[in-house]
């Protein structure tokens, strides 16, 4: 079968041809308590065509990331009920709960936070996001999740009734189900009221505009899933004007329609197949990715391109499903194999048809710590962090590009990392 018992003495790393490995904490309910992860060696550029793209979905293709954050502080909030809670730390928490499953962000927070707690004031807001997600989530596995939260607190039979407060919401597994089953319940509400158009419930949440576009895409997503696709070819050259506002480099760049042209030529003749992959469950991503295409297609509205290029690409981005060749979420995985796990960049090599012997021909874009190493690990040489505001204080080590300016700068200064080809 090839399967072998090894101890401690037979093994050595030099036999997994591996360079580098990365330790990565398990949840608490998992054994072990940690795994060591060999990583793909590092590629900083490509040394033959490139056949494929990964790319994280909060934070690297949507500005989601900021409501996502917004929720687990809100879920934290409540716990503590009227005691003192300051709110999330940008430079002690942000890494830590910016790219790994929700479960491992809660964790955290919770382990940090938890002398803060009310456990009445914890209770209370846990009861009545359970009760609505039994009622009226509009995704079945977390309904089926809320069932089972409420089964290990032991008020599967309790209903709208009031009960005392469970045992084990004294425990941190209870208090981590507790903060998760709030944290969705906010989250979910957003996501209603932005796919609604509900201005008056946003408006009522601190820090948010609903004047402005909750959700739409990073800075030249758009321009970039069009080139690798092939569609715009070398009319790409003519978007060089929109990129005047994106483009924060230290040194200028003069050429940016001549090195737009040049990529959209080449993909236009080796057009890539594109994955998007996140740890967020598929009823967010899809209602996120729809929000940002609606946003894209307003974008090409105004791109100065012939009529026949203009249908070309609104029949690209009319639905995420025509831009990507694969849609990977955490459904497609257990919660406890999100990021900073491989199972989903692994799921989306897969389902892209790319065989390990042309990993060396995919690249793969993420704006954390734990997505950087969930693509190394899946056997993604060429990782390229993208930090943005609130994941700048990630460690990005295994990354094997960390491009601070982005997209933009990732066309036009590293040319989507194709020098030794173009």
Known sequence: MGNHILKKSDINPADFGCIEYVKVENPVSVFPEFELLPLADSLSVFTDKPKAFLMD???????????????????????????????????TDYPNVIGNSTTK??????????????????????HESALWTINECRDENRRKQAHENLRFFGL????????????????????VRACTDIYYHTYHLILNAIEAGDDEYLNNIPGINSDEK???????????????????????????????????????????????????????????KIALVTSSIKFEADIVMNQVFEVIRQEISGWPVPHSCREKLNRRFATPEHCYDAFITANDANEMRLKPHRDLYS?????????????????GFEDSESGTIALRAAGVGLTVALPFLESANHNFGAASRVVKGGLPEVLLKHRLFLSEIL
């Open 57 to 91: 979905m909060d934070g690297t293709t949507t500005t989601t990331e900021t409501l996502c954050l917004y929720a687990l502080e809100d879920a934290i909030q409540k716990a503590c009920g009227s005691h003192n809670f300051a709110g999330l730390d940008s430079e």
């Open 105 to 126: 962000h809660v964790e955290y927070l919770v382990g940090k936070y938890q002398a803060l707690f009310d456990l009445s004031a914890l209770f209370k807001q846990y």
């Open 156 to 175: 599967i039979d309790k209903g709208n009734k009031p009960v005392n407060i469970p045992e084990k919401l004294a425990v941190f597994e209870g208090k």
């Open 214 to 272: 909750l959700i739409k895409p990073m800075p030249a997503v758009a321009a970039t899933l069009a080139i690798m696709k092939g569609d715009l070819g070398k009319e790409a050259g003519k978007l060089s004007a929109f990129f005047s506002d994106m483009l924060h480099v230290e040194e200028p760049i003069n050429n940016t329609q001549e090195v737009l042209t040049n990529l959209g030529g080449y993909f236009e003749k080796n057009p890539a």
């Open 347 to 363: 799921t989306a090599l897969q389902m892209l048809q790319i065989k390990p012997a042309d990993f060396h021909t995919v690249a």
